[in-house]
């Protein structure tokens, strides 16, 4: 699915398929910045850990959520060159080029299995992406496009 030609192309990601850590640089909730924000990932759970600035407030709406909250529901990938830094309004951040944004979360309307109360998008902005031991993005750069 595609925001064109503003700028991203989104996807439902096999649930089950994400392991290791994941650190996001930035979320905003309501005009805050909440920074570095962890999650440790099993078998495609996510358990929030920590983070630098921001998570009482991270917390506050994820103890809130039901159903499929601790699930990836969303992986976009910004291509806009015009936009260069983010801005906390996120219909902008997800589309800065070489940045990376997941959301927690609901995602049954672009075709995902997560059922839940709370959607929470997040960026990565200098991410590195290999498919398929193809290298496609390094740390923000496209290599293939």
């Not at 015009?82 to 940045?99: H, Q, S």
């Not at 944004?101 to 059922?115: D, K, P, T, V, Y």
């Amino acid at each position: 699915i595609s925001h064109l030609p503003a700028g991203e192309v989104y996807f439902a990601p096999q649930e089950e398929s994400l392991n290791g850590r994941i650190v996001f640089d930035r979320v905003y909730h309501e005009g805050k910045k909440i920074s570095l924000l962890e999650f440790h990932v099993e078998k495609g759970v996510l358990t929030p850990i920590d983070a630098l600035e921001g998570f009482s407030l991270f917390m506050a709406q994820w103890d809130r959520a039901t159903g499929d909250k601790n699930r990836i529901g969303k992986l976009g990938i910004g291509l806009n060159p015009e936009l260069p830094t983010p801005t906390g309004f996120r219909l902008l951040d997800d589309k800065i080029r070489g940045t990376i944004h997941l959301a927690l979360g609901s995602n049954e309307e672009i075709g995902g299995q997560n059922r839940t109360s709370f959607y929470w998008p997040m960026l990565l902005l200098q991410p590195t992406i290999t498919v398929d031991n193809l290298l496609v993005l390094d740390r923000g750069r496209f290599i293939i496009l």
